[in-house]
């Protein structure tokens, strides 16, 4: 299994710009999850899912959007890129069924910069 | 608002020290606490702690959560430099809304040799 897998690894963007960051899961999880990692700071939540066609917006949601057409993919989307994007994107995902440790795995991370 | 409050936020020790890293919370419907550790890149997953009173191990790593205080520890006994990292401490709610983590600022924990 390649788990959580994330691209592109950097991006360098100009402000007005818009990107996807790609997610790609192969663990069969049901549940997953964007987050932001600001310097110096712990992760936020910008969106989730709980299965394929159904998205809920987290604790930062503003500037983003995100779809789940299939199981295995979740990309997020930034319309017009303004400096305050600047961040480090993780995607993750978690089984929820059953009984816990409902564990999240996380992708490697995208470093994302807008100038 | 759900709160994860993470102290010391950055902490150097040598070699061979113990350490003790604390998290506490103010969350409704909690449902567990989770224990990460971040190096350069993605955090990998350290511990989930559910029920009060009852340690979790992994070698010279622990951690213990407290329900009615509302907070954990994580200790790290017989420091090494490998053990220099982030450690996030995250908290998970059940119930309506977002159903992911909130995580704490972390700790810069430094082992110096």
């Known amino acids: 299994n390649a788990g959580v897998t994330q691209t592109p690894k950097f991006r360098i963007l100009k402000i007005g710009q818009s990107m996807t960051l790609q997610c790609a899961q192969d663990?069969?999880?049901?549940?997953m999850y964007w987050y932001r990692q600001d310097p110096g700071m712990g992760l936020k939540l910008i969106y989730y899912?709980?299965?394929?066609?159904?998205?809920d917006k987290g604790e930062v949601p503003n500037g983003y959007n995100v779809s789940r057409s299939t199981t295995e993919d979740f990309p997020l989307r930034l319309e017009l890129a303004a400096p305050s994007q600047t961040s480090v994107y993780f995607c993750?995902?978690?089984?929820?069924?059953?009984?816990?440790?409902?564990?999240?795995?996380f992708g490697p991370g995208t470093r994302l910069t807008v100038t | 608002e759900d709160k994860v409050v993470q102290s010391p936020l950055s902490l150097v020790v040598h070699e061979g020290d113990t350490v003790t890293l604390n998290c506490s919370y103010e969350v409704t419907n909690f449902r567990s606490l989770l224990w990460y550790k971040q190096e350069k890149k993605a955090p990998t997953f350290l511990f989930m702690l559910t029920s009060s009173g009852i340690e979790k191990k992994s070698g010279r790593l622990s951690s213990i959560l407290d329900k009615k205080e509302l907070f954990s520890i994580l200790n790290i006994t017989a420091t090494q430099t490998g053990d220099s990292a982030v450690y996030l401490c995250a908290v998970k709610i059940s119930g309506g809304g977002a159903d992911g983590l909130t995580f704490g600022k972390g700790t810069h924990l430094i082992i110096q040799p």
């Open positions: 899912s709980v299965g394929a066609g159904i998205t």
């Open positions: 993750a995902s978690s089984y929820r069924g059953g009984r816990p440790p409902y564990e999240q795995y």
């Open positions: 663990m069969n999880h049901n549940y």
